[in-house]
């Protein structure tokens, strides 16, 4: 005779475990009250009305890198605007500023006078994230600023204990309630700074500029984050690719786009960044471009492209999509098609001269 499972005791008892590892992240906030399931299964939906038998769970923060080892892709712009963006949704949001040059902080106001305390203290462990948190012009926006400090941080790494995992472990207090995104701004480089953002991710956000060079490096990129994975956090994802700087006049930009798609298809957000004057302008007055400008086109794609993170979340695409993908024979260059051959040049005398039209 095979004996049935007992049925719990107490309706106060929880045969969940909020720990279990058998659950994800995202099973864990919604299992309690789900009345899904085996139909002997106790009813949990009472639970939630039940504020003795309540088990609270702090939501969980989705902690995105914005990585690219190459400079001027749009990383820091990426940061501060696609965060003021959804904090304008109603999100909260944290900007963790991790390159030295400090431009996500100059481009959310942030003075330097107001940084007292920076990424270099909380990666070093010589003061509490707390510490750092400055808010900034846009409700629910907060940031950790940087400082030319911060430069010298990996030297200063290198002898540590554990030097890969000092800011995961500096993001343990605000990592659970206290914010919906915390957003990383890694300098352009590989380095220990960079793979402590991998470290303490979640997910992975990768700008590409649509130019000559935009995949440069970026096969380089993605083997050091399967590397972070596999031996240090393997919850570590590419969920989003984002094409920046892009310009319509061009045949290379729509190029771009076609071949990154091909290669890495709905990892590539559908909205695209352009190269705008608005965009290039806003950091100079210490505003995310929804505030400087909220009407131009950079505010509205960044808008949209914040609207499409968050749909990721809601659609559960995060939780079941694969890993980071194996990328073979990555071109370093996208060369641009053979168009149709230019107009002859004729030639003129103007005033004696020769002028070529």
């Known amino acids: ?3 049935e499972d007992p049925v719990p005791a107490s309706p106060t008892s929880d045969p969940i475990s909020p720990e279990d590892p058998a659950l994800g992240d995202a099973s864990v906030v919604e299992a309690p009250v789900s009345s899904g399931g085996h139909p002997d299964s106790p009813d949990f939906s009472s639970i939630s009305s039940e504020p003795e038998g309540e088990v609270e769970v702090a939501p969980s923060t989705r902690v995105i890198a914005i990585v690219n ?6 990383k820091s712009t990426t940061a501060v605007s696609l965060g003021a963006a959804m904090a304008q949704d ?15 902080s100059t481009g959310l106001g942030i003075r330097h006078v107001a940084r007292e305390v920076s990424t270099y203290e909380v990666v070093l462990a010589q003061a509490r994230i707390e510490d750092g948190i400055v808010q900034t012009a846009v409700e629910g926006l907060d940031a950790v600023p940087s400082t030319i400090d911060l430069a010298g941080a990996e030297i200063e790494l290198v002898s540590q204990f554990s030097r890969e995992s000092r800011l995961s472990r500096a993001l343990e207090p605000v990592r659970r309630g206290q914010y919906d995104f915390i957003l990383m701004d890694c300098p352009p480089s590989l380095g220990l700074l960079t793979v402590n953002a991998l470290t303490a991710a979640d997910e992975v956000l990768v700008p590409i500029q649509c130019e000559y060079y935009a995949l440069e490096g970026l096969g380089q990129l993605l083997r050091n984050v399967r590397l972070v994975q596999q031996n240090v956090n393997s919850n570590l994802r590419l969920t989003g690719i984002v094409m920046t700087m892009y310009d319509s006049r061009t045949r290379l930009a729509e190029q771009v786009v076609e071949e990154v798609r091909r290669y890495f298809g709905r990892r590539v957000y559908d909205t695209v960044i352009p190269r705008t004057v608005r965009l ?3 950091p100079g007055y210490g505003q995310p471009i ?3 400008d909220p ?10 492209l914040a609207r499409e993170v968050l749909t990721r979340e809601v659609e559960g695409d995060l939780p079941g999509a694969p890993g980071v993908p194996e990328v073979a024979d990555l071109p370093e260059v996208i060369r641009p098609r053979e168009g149709p051959p230019p107009e002859e040049k004729t030639k003129r005398r103007v005033f004696g001269r020769r002028r070529r039209e």
């Open 280 to 282: 290039s302008e806003a």
């Open 90 to 104: 109603g999100a909260r949001v944290l900007v963790v500023d991790l390159d030295p040059q400090g431009n996500a």
């Open 69 to 74: 080892q190459k400079g001027g892709v749009g």
């Open 1 to 3: 005779m095979i004996e």
């Open 290 to 292: 929804t505030v400087y």
């Open 295 to 304: 009407g131009s086109r950079g505010a509205k794609a960044y808008r949209d």
